[in-house]
C-alpha cells in the first residue's frame, strides 16, 4: 500500500517542487561590456528578493595579458601594474589612469566593476541605481523591473566576460502560490481515496 501511495504521489511532487523552483530564480547574464542594463527580472511591491551574483567582469581585456578583471563586489581578482595598481586590493570609484573624473554610473562610493542594480532601463545615475555586489536582499516598494550593470565609464574596451545573477523571491509570487496550493490539494485528494479505497 505505501509504495503505490508513493508511486502515485511522486510524479505530483516533483512538478510542485519544479513550480516553485522556477520562480524562485532566474539566472542571467550582465555582461561587463554592455552599457545598458540588463534585464533581472520583475519584483511586485511589498515582497522581499534576494539577488546573488557570481563570476568576473573585465574592464580592459587588452591589459596586461590579463585584463582588469574584478568579482561582482568591485574587488580586483590579482593586484594590477601601474597605472592601475591603485585598485588593488581595495577597489576605486574611478579609474586611476583618468582620475576622479571618470566615476561610473554607481557615482561615488560604488566600486567600478561592481553590479548595480536600477529600475531604469535606459539611464541609470548614482541617483537611481544601488550596489548589489555579490548579493544583496531588498523589499521592493513597488512593483517593477530590476535591471543590472556593470558600473564602468567605457564599455567598448570590455571582456565579453560577465556576472551570472540569480532574482530570488522570499515568498512565492501570487500565481506560482496558487499553483502549489491546487497541487498540494490534489496531492492530498489522491492519498485521502487511496487511504479510504
Known amino acids: 500500500m505505501k509504495t503505490h501511495i508513493g508511486q502515485a ?8 517542487l ?6 524562485a530564480c532566474q539566472a542571467v547574464t550582465v555582461g561587463a561590456n554592455a552599457s545598458t542594463p540588463t534585464l533581472i527580472g520583475s519584483v511586485e511591491a511589498g ?10 567582469a573585465d574592464l580592459f581585456v587588452g591589459f596586461n595579458g590579463l585584463g582588469l578583471t574584478f568579482t561582482a563586489d568591485g574587488l580586483p581578482t590579482y593586484a594590477f601594474a601601474a597605472p592601475y595598481a591603485a585598485f588593488y586590493p581595495n577597489g576605486l570609484y574611478y579609474d586611476p589612469s583618468v582620475g576622479p573624473s571618470s566615476i561610473g554610473p554607481g557615482g561615488v562610493g560604488r566600486l567600478l566593476g561592481s553590479l548595480l542594480g536600477t529600475f531604469s532601463a535606459t539611464s541609470p545615475t548614482p541617483l537611481n541605481t544601488f550596489t548589489i555586489g555579490l548579493g544583496t536582499t531588498f523589499t521592493a516598494s513597488a512593483s517593477g523591473t530590476l535591471y543590472g550593470l556593470v558600473n564602468d565609464t567605457f564599455y567598448g574596451d570590455n571582456g565579453s566576460t560577465g556576472f551570472t545573477v540569480s532574482l530570488i523571491s522570499a515568498v512565492p509570487e501570487p500565481g506560482t502560490y496558487g499553483l502549489m496550493v ?16
Open 9 to 16: 504521489l511522486r510524479p505530483a511532487l516533483v512538478t510542485i
Open 18 to 23: 519544479a513550480l516553485a523552483a522556477s520562480a
Open 47 to 56: 515582497q522581499t528578493y534576494t539577488v546573488t551574483a557570481s563570476g568576473i
Open 182 to 197: 491546487a497541487g498540494l490539494a490534489l496531492v492530498s485528494l489522491s492519498l485521502r481515496r487511496r487511504l479510504t479505497a
